[in-house]
């Protein structure tokens, strides 16, 4: 019996010494995954988590949450997206918004998806920002996002045209893009299309929905992986949203920007994927409207950029209202050093948006002479250069929630800082 009880305490010391090791080691952890998060982000994992939002299409059991509006491609479905207003951007309120005081400001966001992801994470700062100028003093600042993920110009020109003829009326417009200008375009050109064209990755899928003779099995397989991708996004998101255990979460966040990543990459490959020779399609979609070499394609993208820009200063110039037409960042452009953890999510050398870009970016400032001499351009590549924490948080192009407040910081500066009504003492 006294050697039983003997091996008993053994047995005993040892079940709690595990025990032990393994809450120091939660501990630890927990510890690790606290300070490695507010590296990254800047933010304290229990009071502050990223919203992952879920893939609608794929939580609801559909095969695309995107339709093919007429005047502006691709769009999302009005309803199918809890967060969509009555046409299909992102955004609390419905279009046309009719202002309910003179004091009303309204400020219109355009771009792609760094514009929609700036609506939802960015664009409160900038509202705190522009309110601390004498100017906005009881006044309400409201902005309209018609920004979508994918949209290039000549869309935003098209979109804000489209609106102005309705009725709706802006205070001040801030177009945010150059990242999908330069890429998307240059997949569209790789596919046979005219850089004018929207995003083959968003407009492909909506064609071969219409139109099922031009599916290939390589095509199907594709599509099989898209959809493995968002429903394991999905499943993250979800699991992130109630996850209290920062170790877990950071480590969960960090699977989903992978996973988003090859997600991103499997949708730029769709689409340079080639239809079945000889398939027809109702969509038509507008070849090269002329020869280009890989020298002029960027030159004609610019070019087509900088139009597109003039073409909404001019038509907001005419109502007096100012315009801020914005360069977004890009990882793959600039000096800028990235800590391994952040290069980890930010950088791939095998990306497919990163050639364009390097390719692209510096035609795109050459030709923003012309865009500069309006006195309302921002060429704002170099913004995170001096930045130590994690701004990008893919590896494609999207902005950490700290990146899109050092964004909308930059923004509310420039446009204050510009030609528009604050510069006039108000009158009341």
């Known amino acids: 019996m006294p050697a039983l009880s003997h091996v008993d305490g053994r047995v005993r010391r040892s079940f709690l010494l595990v025990i032990v090791n393994l809450l120091v080691f939660v501990v630890l952890a927990e510890v690790a995954a606290v300070v490695l998060y507010f590296a990254e982000t800047g933010a304290f994992y229990y009071t502050y988590r990223p919203a992952h939002r879920p893939i609608p299409e794929t939580a609801e059991g559909q095969i695309s949450a995107d339709g093919l509006h007429p005047y502006f491609g691709p ?8 967060v969509s207003n009555n046409v299909g951007f992102t955004s609390p309120y419905d279009v046309p918004f009719t202002k309910s005081t003179p004091d009303d400001f309204i400020v219109g966001i355009f771009g792609g998806s760094v514009g929609e992801w700036f609506c939802q994470l960015g664009v409160e700062r900038m509202v705190e920002r522009l309110s601390r100028h004498p100017f906005f003093d009881g006044r309400r600042i409201v902005p309209l996002c018609f920004s979508h993920e994918g949209y290039k110009q000549p869309q935003q020109a098209l979109v804000l045209a489209y609106f102005l003829t309705i009725g709706q009326t802006f205070d001040l417009v801030v177009n945010i893009d150059g990242f999908n200008e330069v890429a998307l375009a240059t997949f569209g050109h790789e596919r046979g299309w005219d850089i004018s064209m929207p995003s083959p990755p968003h407009l492909q899928p909506l064609i071969d929905l219409a139109a099922a003779s031009t599916l290939t099995p390589e095509k199907l397989e594709s599509l099989a992986r898209i959809d493995r991708y968002k429903r394991r996004l999905n499943t993250v998101a979800g699991a992130l949203r109630t996850m209290p255990l920062a170790s877990a979460g ?56 900088t139009n597109a820009s003039l073409l909404m200063h001019d038509l907001l110039a005419a109502r007096s209202v100012p315009y801020l037409h914005v360069l977004q960042p890009n990882q793959y452009f600039g000096p800028r050093r990235f800590s391994a953890e952040e290069a980890r999510v930010a950088i791939n050398d095998s990306s497919p948006f990163r050639p364009p870009v390097e390719q692209g970016y510096p035609v795109l400032r050459r030709a923003s002479a012309r865009l500069e001499a309006t006195g309302q351009f921002f060429d704002a590549t170099r913004l995170f250069d001096e930045e130590p924490a994690a701004v990008y948080m893919d590896d494609c192009c999207h902005y950490t929630e700290l990146g899109n407040q050092l964004l909308a910081d930059a923004i509310a500066a420039r446009v204050l800082a510009g030609d528009g009504p604050w510069r006039t003492p108000r009158v009341r």
């Open 75 to 82: 769009i999302h479905r009005p309803g199918v997206r809890d």
């Open 250 to 305: 950071v480590a969960m966040d960090h699977y989903y920007r992978w996973t988003r990543g090859r997600y991103l990459a499997e949708l730029a490959r769709f689409a340079a994927l080639p239809p079945t020779p000889g398939a027809a399609s109702v969509i038509e979609v507008t070849p090269p409207v002329q020869p280009r070499d890989r020298e002029r394609l960027y030159e004609d993208i610019a070019a087509a950029w």
